[in-house]
């Protein structure tokens, strides 16, 4: 099985907010955590039974404190992460938010170069 294979299988159950905003700095990581969960539950929508656990992807960025790392998600199968992404497509909540799938690197290059080969063709057309 090449590593690609592997890393989607266990991203299957991920989802991915982008523009989440951060927790309180002076929290604990259990009451970030608890933050982000609300957040999830509150703000997005997501049943907090659906949801197994939810993190931030990286580090902060202390030169930038505007920086919102993106939220992941994992959702207790993959049915919930097809239906809350609209079958892999991207989901626009009513707050605004974006929820995609969780992509592995190969996969983000791939939906990337196939954007901008989309937009060249869309600007020889005008």
Known sequence: ???DK???????????VLS?????KESTSEDKNKEDCNFCS??????AKDISVCWRAGKPDEANPNYCR???IKLKNEELAKEWTKDGR????????????DLCAADRKA???????RRKRQQKKN
């Open 42 to 47: 509150s703000v997005l929508g997501i049943p």
């Open 70 to 72: 993106p939220l992941v």
């Open 90 to 101: 991207g989901h626009k909540t009513a707050s605004g938010h974006w929820i995609n799938k």
């Open 6 to 16: 592997v890393e989607r299988e266990k991203r299957r159950t991920n989802v991915v």
């Open 1 to 3: 099985m090449d590593a």
């Open 111 to 117: 939906s990337f170069l196939s954007r901008e080969e």
């Open 20 to 24: 989440a905003p951060e927790p309180n």
